[in-house]
């Protein structure tokens, strides 16, 4: 018991640093392209990458097993759903310069996984961990009544996406990598017709032409496999309300990139709940720690 939280610790804490330092880096440097391009690209590569490791890890047959079932596909159908909305709406944050914005939405994300893993899952919730949740609560509040009064509907969208997707995949028991191939198969025929639309209107930057930038674009695939594979692994292994917590990882990273590489601004109202943030996660943490 004791090895599995600490190994879904190590994957949740990996996924949760790569979206929050190494994503942000890559995304918002390719981002020039615009947002809608650039999604096309992250599902497109992300779902040839996932046939291309099925292949190689010969999990077809555990494939065709997981597709038989009603029950999979509808579920699946609805994560795959909300994680291109997830994705969209991210990649649309990092090009039009609302990396701040969406990260509100991952500072938010965590508590409605607690709250979801409370109802559908019976997560424990003692003392300790109500009180850092109750700090993460007024964290939040001092974000949004000192810096923009209203919770912005980016951050909301990612907040509800990303927090949904995650119970999904909780309630059904099969492996990372083949449950994303099929959510990404379910968006592969839409996301072809708007490429090809994208082509024929000359609004593409991905072309033989441009051989260095078309590869840096396929990148998006294993940017996008690597750390969500991470993550929730780490959801199977620890549930939701442990990974919701160490998630904060990942809107930190974000914010500290934001001040110091992008020049956004962070108060000292942002900074006084950046740190209550992480005295609640400590808290949390070290309650999970001990119980576990």
Known sequence: MKNQFNKGLILTSLGSFWWGFIGVLYFEYVSFIGHVELVVHRCLWTAIMLIITTTLFSKWKIFFKVINSKKNLIYLFLSGLLIFTNWAIWIYAVATERIIDASFGYFIMPIISVLLGYIFFK???NKKRIFSIV??????????????????????IVALSWAFYNLIRKKINIDTDVGLLIESLYLLPFI????VVIIENGFNDF????????????????MTVIPLFLYVRGVELIGLGPTGMIFYITPTLQFILGYFYYNEDFSLIKFLSFIIIWIAVIIYLKDLYETN
């Open 123 to 125: 997560e424990r919730l």
């Open 135 to 156: 700090l993460v609560l007024i964290s939040i509040f001092i974000l949004i009544l000192f810096n923009l009064n209203t919770l912005p509907w980016v951050g909301l």
């Open 192 to 195: 072809l017709v708007l490429f």
């Open 207 to 222: 072309s033989f032409s441009k051989p260095g930038l078309s590869l840096f674009l396929i990148l998006a695939g294993p």
